[in-house]
């Protein structure tokens, strides 16, 4: 039987998150895959009193809790979305490399979808917003999904221009799946593959493009344009509103409040935002929002502005706060360079400007703030090297943080330079090179190690991990190591991290590793170790049962890899296991009869792989279960009666028989992707298949 069916809602579009790291910052694009960081995550100056206590920028794990409703991209070789041309909706070339320079959303639209009225006004909405600021949004109508955009051209024009003022870039129908796919489809999908596979799923599928042509980021139909809005800030790729930049030097230092408030008074010269009370006869300086004095000298010693709405550069003069030991301006819309002036302020221990619209180099006198202890860069557009300065000076730093940005060059820690009081290094999403610097061993204080989605390289160093007893936090995802003896031995690597009895997340996913995985990862960290992410590799053996020893386990994600084996049942002892997904490998065997004893898991993805047998009976115990995805194997038998799988359904391609009970649509209100098709099943289709309203792919 083979019959297909779709209903006028959402596509369906699966919240799987077991995928590596992925998405770059988003800023730089230069490594395969690149991992987004949602902006809740980012840390934020918090008020106690007087003081800012800042907040630690933990990198969220590829994780379902942290990332719902992202498909995490792969980047594709050689080509950008600058190298198309397409046909307007006029039917004239347009060169895609106009587009140079600015954010891109790329959306196949669709007229008489049920997406269509929430997409095209909120998507308008978007572009009104940030048009000046960088940034479009591409459409591309396609009549593929439930034959929703049958008009013609100047039809699909009217409606969209009329009826939601879109005033974005409109373009010709094209085909997004199959024979006929216009080229910047196939592009968009080989950089960014789904979850469910390269196929754009249903109407309104939103890919995320930076600056560079290069994708970031890909979106599931159900994900709204307004989900997207804070990603785009934190990406920081969007170009900054241009303003006048203020020039020269800073004068000298003030030394006394009279000069302090001259210095508050050009900074707020350059921007704009909530500094409404800032100059007021009516506020003293100290009152000022935003600013902290000393209660003795009436001097300031901080300048606390996360999240201000402020706009604009910032201004060399800040330089002239020479009691300042607290800058916060992170959250913000600042755009320039960061000015090298601050490293005259020899008081500074704090230094936030995260997530910003910050450009240029990374100025070599931050080297001389050598009371400095917390430093955040991360999410800007900050590009070249990092100055080997601030890693030798400032060796009471204790926060590091310049991820997502285009950075290069190598991680610039050598001797004698030490950083003993680290505690976090967070490089993640750059386009950083080299080896991992032995220097790194003598970081013995770490707890977040963050180093993924960059081109590192080099054999992984186990001696180095084994130093780092306090490690909480170890991401290497998407680089370029090797493992041991040729990249054939991965038990040096996981006998180093016995010593990291508080390890909750360890991801290593599209590393570049290669051996099998020893039996001894069942004593890494087993009463902690949370989230284990080792996709992608080259891996290969049986997975070993000692897993199991994995007391804490939640998330456990192997797929793509060459694993060979049944798969063990004590994989599944871990009582917390919520994500299992061994797609992509070449197991064999039957599913482990035990699975329904796991009774917590909310996702299992077996796909790919060439397993036998029938479903066991005890899936219907799974009462968490979201994500059920098996297709591609070789199962046989009749489908269970009751799944309790109420988001995505995936049996496609296995030898399935008898017919589809009736009992499969009792869950369908809550169905979102629903697969059965590929089978040997007969029989009629249950009557009650009409009744799953909220259904919104089916393919049976």
Known sequence: MASTTTTTAAAAAAR???????????????????????AQHWGAATTHGSAA??????????????????????????????????????GKDVALSKFKGRALLIVNVASQCGLTTANYTELSHLYEKYKTQGFEILAFPCNQFGAQEPGSNPQIKQFACTRFKAEFPIFDKVDVNGPNTAPIYKFLKSSAGGFLGDLVKWNFEKFLVDKTGKVVERYPPTTSPFQI?????????????????????????????????????????????????????????????????????????GLLLSNSNLAGVISPAIANLSMLEKLYL????LAGGVPPELG??????????????????????????????????????????????????CSGLTFIGMSGNSLTGDIPLRPPCRLPALRQLSLFGNALSGVLPPALSNCTALRWLLLQDNSLSG???????????????????HNHFSSSDGNTNLEPFFSSLVNCTGLLELGVASAGVGGEIPAII?????????SLFLSGNRIAGKIPPAIGNLHNLTELCLFGNMLEGPIPPEILRPPRLALLDLSKNR??????????????????????????????????????????????????????PVLNCNLMLDLSYNKLTDQIPSEITVLGNFHVYLNLSNNLLDGHVPLQIGNMEMTQALDL
């Not at 069942?522 to 949370?530: K, P």
């Not at 699975?595 to 219907?620: A, C, D, F, Y």
């Not at 098996?630 to 046989?636: F, V």
Request: aromatic letters at 6%; glycine letters at 8%.
């Open 229 to 301: 809005e804070g990603v785009l800030r934190f990406l920081a790729i969007l170009t900054a509103i241009a303003v006048v930049a203020i020039s020269g030097h800073a004068p000298p230092a003030a030394s006394t409040a009279a000069g302090d408030r001259a210095a508050l008074l050009s900074f707020s010269s350059g921007v704009h935002g909530n500094l409404s009370d800032w100059g007021s006869p009516a506020a003293a300086m100290c009152n000022w929002t935003g600013v902290r004095c000393d209660n003795h000298s009436g001097r300031v010693t």
């Open 16 to 38: 799987f998150t077991c995928l590596a790291p992925a998405t770059r910052p988003a800023s730089a694009s230069a490594s395969a895959g690149r991992f987004l960081l949602p």
């Open 53 to 90: 206590v800042p907040v630690p920028i933990v990198a969220a794990a590829p994780s379902r809790r942290w990332a719902p409703g992202v498909a995490y991209a792969t980047a594709a070789t050689g080509k950008s979305v600058h190298d198309f041309t397409v046909k307007d909706i006029d």
């Open 344 to 393: 005259a302020l020899s008081r500074l221990r704090e230094l936030s400007l995260h997530y910003n619209l910050l450009g240029g180099q990374i100025p070599e006198a931050l080297g001389r703030l050598t009371s400095v202890t917390y430093l955040t860069l991360d999410g800007n557009g900050l590009a070249g090297d990092i100055p080997e300065a601030i890693f030798c000076n």
């Open 522 to 530: 069942g004593n890494v960290s087993s009463a902690n170790l949370s």
């Open 330 to 333: 992170d959250g913000n819309h």
């Open 459 to 477: 054999e992984l160093p186990p001696e180095m991990f084994g130093s780092m007893p306090s490690l909480v936090f170890l991401y290497l995802s």
């Open 587 to 640: 197991i064999v065997g039957e599913i482990p009869r035990s699975v329904g004893e796991s009774r917590l898991l909310e996702t299992i993805n077996l796909s790919q792989n060439k397993l036998k047998g029938t479903l066991p009976e005890s899936l219907s115990n799974l009462t968490q279960l979201e994500h059920l995805v098996l297709h591609h194997n070789m199962l046989s038998g009749t489908i269970p």
